[in-house]
């Protein structure tokens, strides 16, 4: 299994991003998958989900309206559309997947905003 995350970087208060995830190593399209995150000095938050066919998603309350979750089975790939994003954003990104009660994590990229 392999997770691998790109698109972080330094923006400012207000900016957008899209984070990828490009998946390998299991049937992509049978898996729920999930973005996670982790600021300095705190805990790694769930910021939201979404089911294997993409009809089902859910969000962390303090990204509601702001980020949305998506993914293309057909090139095993689940991205992150951060709008309007704020310094309170700042953290590193994780992509994860539940296979068979174990949970695979991808390496992470970072999302700064700061002016």
């Known amino acids: 299994v392999q997770l691998v995350e790109s698109g972080g970087d330094l923006v400012q208060p207000g900016g957008s991003l899209r984070l990828s995830c490009a998946a390998s190593?299991?049937?992509?399209?049978?898996?729920?998958m999930s973005w996670y995150r982790q600021a300095p000095g705190k805990e790694r938050e769930l910021v939201a989900i979404i089911s294997s066919v993409g009809g089902s998603t859910d969000y962390a309350d303090s990204v509601k309206g702001r980020f949305t979750i998506s993914r293309d089975n057909a090139k095993s790939t689940v991205y992150l559309q951060m709008n309007s994003l704020k310094p309170e954003d700042t953290a590193v990104y994780y992509c994860k997947v539940r296979l068979v009660r174990l949970n695979y994590w991808g390496q992470g990229t970072q999302v700064t905003v700061s002016s």
């Open positions: 190593g299991f049937t992509f399209s049978t898996y729920a």
